[in-house]
């Protein structure tokens, strides 16, 4: 049971007091350090806003890692949607130094459903060229794919906002950091940031690393992958000084320039309260994607099994399809996890828009196993009250 050190602070709706159970119990079930933030939202309303642990608040940011991809992601959908991208447009028509060494034919559609083969570059990127996403896509510009284009697909872990990026740069003359404060950020006032103002650093949690069990640890040396295998390359571990992926959002050249696929700062409010945005209406404003947009990039694209993460896997369009992983959700519910155990996705068919990140590396890494019980609990409380 909670105890009084573990008890979750803040509110619910009126019947998501299952939900502050839940996550109380999650709480006690993880131990003294654990430090957690949980906020939803239905059909724009937060009915959700919870924290437990020591020193994290309501307004604590973390590094919520691969959670970035969804918020530069939905930039690209926005270009979409308006008609100033084009999803089967060769990313060459774009940015043509990129057609060379085979991929000429790439689309922008192949590289949002990571099967362009362009996961990282053969001799690795050092820390600062690793930080900024127009150095990365001018490596990978002259980068030949490590398979077939179209042929396999594998997880662009440190690459995706980078290529996709230096399309949307290309095209509108601004970075998706850049858009994504105008559109999105700045139009909610969200806690959500692809380049941390240094103004807010106080209110930032380094993350602290995971501490497996020793079985555990047996498990993931048995999981080990080689520096030169697609897994090693595509997260930079082939670079004789590559930093380890846990402290990349720790290292503040990170934090400050935000790289699209990694480097995103944020609160579950944030998280959450953009995911809301996406599909609700909210704060008086209308969802920033139609119906026809969302499901566009929420439907399935590349699923089975993932050539990097060497896993079953399941991806629409620059975003996790959350219903291959949470079965309880709707079909095209659309979101991103990090990897030290953030989840963060919206449901347009429930209206449910969901924000979790947690400060220390969950077991194994990526999505935090607790977000399947959180989700639950929230969903069927929505359910519930929705009647």
């Known amino acids: 049971m909670p105890t009084e050190k573990n008890a979750p602070q803040g509110t619910v709706a009126e019947g998501f007091e299952s939900v502050r159970r839940e996550f109380g119990a999650v709480a006690a079930d993880e131990g003294g350090d654990y430090a957690a933030q949980l906020v939803a939202y239905v059909d724009g309303e937060r009915v959700v806003d919870l924290w437990t642990g020591p020193e994290i608040t309501a307004d604590s940011l973390t590094g919520v890692f691969s959670s970035t991809k969804g918020a530069a992601h939905l930039v690209v959908a926005l270009l979409v949607q308006d008609g100033t991208l084009e999803l089967d447009q060769r990313v060459s028509h774009y940015w043509p130094e990129f057609g060379v060494e085979g991929k000429q034919d790439i689309t922008l559609r192949d590289v949002l459903s990571h099967r362009a083969g362009v996961v990282g570059a053969d001799a690795g990127f050092l820390l600062e060229e690793l ?11 002259s980068q030949a794919p490590y398979w077939r284009p179209g042929t396999a697909f594998g997880y662009h872990a440190l690459a995706i906002g980078a290529l996709t990026g230096e399309v949307v740069r290309r095209v509108t003359g601004r970075s998706i950091q850049e858009l994504f404060e105008a559109r999105v950020r700045s139009r909610h006032d969200l806690d959500f940031y692809l380049g941390l103002p240094e103004e807010h650093e106080p209110r930032f949690l380094s993350t602290l690393p995971m501490l497996p069990t020793p079985a555990q ?9 080689g520096p030169l295998s697609l897994t090693g390359i595509a ?14 959002s720790n290292l503040r050249v990170v934090r400050a320039k935000g790289p699209a696929s990694f480097g995103g700062v944020a609160s579950a409010r944030g998280l959450a309260g953009m995911y809301a945005a996406a599909i609700s209406e909210l704060d008086g404003k209308a969802p920033l994607l139609k119906p026809d947009t969302a499901a566009a990039f929420a ?17 629409g369009l620059g975003f996790q399809a959350l219903c291959d992983i949470y079965p309880v959700l709707g079909a095209g519910a659309f979101g991103h996890s990090g990897a030290a155990g953030s989840q963060a996705f919206a449901d347009p068919r429930t209206g449910l828009a969901y924000g979790y990140n947690r400060r220390r590396f969950a077991y194994p890494g990526g999505a935090a196993p607790e977000n399947e019980r959180l989700i639950r609990a929230v969903h069927a409380a929505a359910t519930a009250v929705a009647g």
Request: hydrophobic share 45%; proline share 2%.
């Open 299 to 315: 439907q399935i694209h590349s699923i089975g099994y993932d050539v990097v993460s060497r896993a079953h896997k399941a991806f």
């Open 131 to 141: 930080a900024d996403d127009r150095v990365i896509a001018e490596r990978l510009a």
């Open 235 to 248: 997260f930079n571990r082939n670079h004789p000084q590559a930093v380890d992926v846990g402290e990349l």
């Open 217 to 225: 640890q047996a498990e993931l040396d048995a999981a080990a992958t």
